[in-house]
């Protein structure tokens, strides 16, 4: 199949339905435009009083150590106890239940604001003139509505008739309170009552949490933003800031703790090296009064400026030692939380310093995110392993360096050995001078380096600065994100779509009748010749010769569609029957008798439907003139039971007769072969009306004397099971040449516009003047 055959079909596949779409459904275009409406209004009176919601901004840039963000040297030199962050789990700290929690009790927002409507009660900030703070927010009792006035002049604030100071803390129902005066208070016209509402403090971290976002810019971007939702713009960018700030706070608070310890470390030494110094400063001045002596000999000098630089590299390892075993014993330790990291002053290893520094930042995320994450969470148990990485590296190297301080200290002493022989050459008491004068030097040197460690603390511990910068301070939105008017308008306009199609198909599912064309061909191969729409005149005889209706045209059409199921003048029996009663049969079978008539052939119309005869009363006649039932019992000949119609010359009436008590009997007696037989040769049509299939099977017995059968299915009337077991029952007792019409096709929808056909089909009038030619045979399955 050529792609030029396959694209047409495939477009006369989309055509064919979008045709069954609009069929179904436009004939209910007037409760689609109504459900329309209703969407529309309905999306108009939520966003009318849906409160909106706004979106505040802020951004702010971390020092990461994966991505190269560094600080000048000077400002490096100066945060002397600051460490680069992961992005990621400073964004986990800044959503941490911890700093969440602080930001809330910060701004009060357990304690929220709201002015009551007629229709809906919003939340406030500017239009509230004070703040309601708790002293305990952690234990407050929930409360949903707690009305307030506020008297301006007196500055008071009344509850349940109760007057309360402002700025004071006061005893209430609801714990103790203070009213503090808002700054972002702006006198509005209205007049609206106001009521706060208290809110566990746990309940807002939770609500707060869902309603922010913070997330990288990109993923090798250390710059992170920040989002809020909140109904009052300025709330959410008091909320960014405070987040922001609470977060630096946390974070200088712990580099000040840090070197809190460190600044004390070296107090306590300068202490105890002046009281050493004071006691040595001390014996030389006693020891030059005693002896006599006012300086020291070249030599003794000579041997001091020696020893002196020796002394000095001895005592920097004793204090270096100590601090590499304060340190080992930090490492050591078995708890995983940060503590405080012991100084490392004197020590000049950089690896050992960053992997101090690593460690302390490490325990430090760690720490926090075990606050508020549970123990199994992938972070959690990935900084615990980076923990236990961190520790085993620290202690091999303070054992490395201990090793290198022992030889230092070991060649040293040797080098002050000699030194010492050096001193056996000067005099005694000039000796003991020089001994006294080296341990000054000594003292002296571990107290310079000292108060030199202590001013790089202190100004470190007083230039404390973030490990991140802000960006953008909070700003909101001027425009609510929520509701989005575009979005809400498209869900009322689809919502009430689907409402309209559910009603339609809850309409028509409950109805277990036949609506559609497409229902019969859906459950039966039987092909479909003809349709006839239900008409409203209540007269059953709707064709004539001069009637130019379109039922008229209808019949004209089903007579036209009777030689594609072969009828013609050697094949002229037509059966006409239906599932039940009420179905129109008779109706059927006299107008299409009379449309047969119309050709100028001599048509016959036997009313066989020996239990509910319709067909005298349709033309007029007396029920009890004689009949086919006389013919039947031997009462009557042919001839004398057929009557010309007064409606058509060449239509002639074989009335039922008197209604017998045994009708299928009388049809098997062999009589009406008889009857067909002769009227073969003297009629050119045979229409025969007959009984419904169900529940007799007069039906089954005449169809094999005829040569077609008409199979009659009523719009909205007959039910379904009869057309889903038609196939079978056929086969199982055999209707001949069986074609179906659908009678009685009404007009769907709220108004008269579109019929049940299933394809939409017009038709043509017999002089070709009439509607559009039908967009699909009706013998497709002939």
């Known amino acids: 199949m050529s792609n030029l055959q396959v694209n047409k079909k495939n477009g006369l596949q989309q055509d064919n339905i979008v045709n069954q779409i609009l069929f179904r459904y436009l004939p209910y275009w007037p409760l689609f435009i109504i459900m329309l409406l209703l969407g529309l209004l309905s999306a108009y009176i939520y966003i009318r009083y849906k409160t909106p919601v706004y979106e505040a901004t802020a951004t702010i840039l971390v020092k990461d150590e994966k991505k190269g963000i560094d600080d000048s040297q000077i400002m490096e030199s100066l945060n002397l106890f600051g460490g680069k962050k992961i992005v990621e789990n400073e964004i986990e700290i800044m959503r941490s239940r911890t700093l969440l929690q602080e930001v809330v009790k910060n701004l009060k927002l357990y304690s929220p604001i709201y002015e009551e409507g007629k229709v809906n009660t919003i939340p406030v900030l500017e239009k509230s003139p004070i703040i309601v703070e708790l002293r305990e927010p952690d234990s407050l009792a929930p409360a949903e509505k707690i009305y307030f006035t506020y008297n301006k002049v007196a500055k008071l604030v009344t509850i349940e008739g109760k007057e309360y100071p402002i700025d004071q803390w006061v005893n209430s129902p609801w714990g103790v309170m203070r009213f503090l005066p808002n700054q972002y208070y702006y006198p509005s016209t209205e007049n609206k009552p106001l009521y706060f509402a208290l809110s566990p403090v746990k309940a807002v971290v939770k609500y707060l ?47 000040n703790l840090l070197a809190g310890k460190t600044l004390r470390f070296v107090e306590d030494r300068l202490h105890l090296v002046v009281s050493e110094l004071d006691s040595v400063e001390a014996n030389i001045q006693k020891y030059k009064t005693k002896n006599n002596i006012v300086d020291i000999s070249s030599q003794g000098q000579l041997f001091l400026q020696s020893v002196g630089a020796s002394d000095n590299k001895l005592s920097e390892i004793g204090v270096q030692l100590s601090v590499l075993k304060e340190v080992e014993d930090y490492v050591r330790s078995q708890k995983e939380d940060a503590g405080i990291v012991p100084s490392t002053l004197g020590i000049n290893d950089p690896v050992l310093g960053d992997l101090l520094t690593r460690l302390y930042d490490t325990q430090s995320q760690y720490e926090r995110l075990r606050m508020t994450t549970a123990e199994n969470n992938p972070i959690v148990v990935s900084l615990r392993d980076q923990i236990n990485r961190i520790k085993p590296g620290i202690l091999a190297n303070i054992a490395s360096q201990r090793r290198n301080l022992e030889a230092s200290k070991s060649n040293l002493a040797s080098t002050s050995n000699h030194y010492s022989s050096m001193l056996r050459t000067i005099p005694q008491k000039e000796r003991e001078l020089v001994e006294i004068s080296r341990q000054q030097s000594i003292k002296n040197s571990i107290y310079t380096f000292l108060l030199q460690k202590r001013e790089e603390t202190a100004l470190s511990y007083n230039s404390t600065v973030s490990d991140s910068r802000i960006v953008d301070e909070g700003e909101s939105s001027t425009i609510p994100v929520s509701p989005n008017k575009p979005f809400v308008y498209l869900i009322g306009l689809f919502c009430s779509l689907a409402v309209a199609i559910v009603i339609i198909a809850v309409r028509e599912g409950l109805n277990r009748s036949i609506l559609f064309r497409s229902e019969i061909e859906g459950f039966t191969n039987v092909p479909i010749v003809g349709e006839v729409i239900n008409d409203n005149s209540n007269t059953p005889i709707v064709i004539s010769g001069d009637k130019r209706n379109f039922v008229a045209e209808q019949f004209r059409q089903i007579r036209t569609s009777l030689s594609y199921l072969g009828i013609n003048s050697r094949k002229k029996k037509i059966l006409v029957t239906s599932s039940i009663s009420g179905e129109g049969k008779s109706f059927i079978a006299a107008n299409l008798a009379i449309s047969l008539a119309l050709t100028d052939k001599k048509v016959a119309l036997l009313e066989l439907d020996l239990r509910k005869p319709k067909l005298s009363e349709i033309f007029g006649l007396k029920s009890a003139s004689a009949g086919i039932t006389n013919y039947f019992i031997g009462d009557k000949e042919a001839d004398e039971i057929i009557k010309r119609t007064d409606i058509n010359p060449n239509l002639f009436l074989i009335s039922a007769g008197p209604i017998p008590p045994n009708p299928s009997e009388l049809i098997l007696n062999g009589k009406i072969q008889e009857l067909l037989a002769y009227l073969e040769n003297a009629f050119d049509y045979i229409v025969i009306d007959t009984a419904p299939v169900s529940p007799v099977t007069d039906a089954y017995l005449l169809s094999q004397l005829c040569d077609a059968t008409l199979y009659v299915v009523r719009h909205g009337y007959t039910p379904r099971i009869f057309l889903q077991m038609l196939d079978e029952n056929n086969k199982m007792k055999g209707l001949k040449n069986l074609a179906i019409i659908f009678n009685g096709v009404k007009s769907r929808g709220l108004k008269a516009y579109g019929y049940g056909y299933g394809y939409g089909m017009g038709y043509e009038d017999g002089d070709g003047n009439g509607v559009a030619k039908k967009k699909r045979s009706i013998f497709s399955k002939v």
């Open 209 to 255: 949490d869902a309603q922010l976002s913070i997330n990288p810019t990109s993923k090798q971007s250390t710059v992170i933003v920040l989002k809020v939702k909140d109904p009052i713009p300025k709330r959410g960018e008091l909320i960014l800031n405070e987040l922001i700030s609470v977060y630096n706070g946390a974070a200088i608070k712990d580099k």
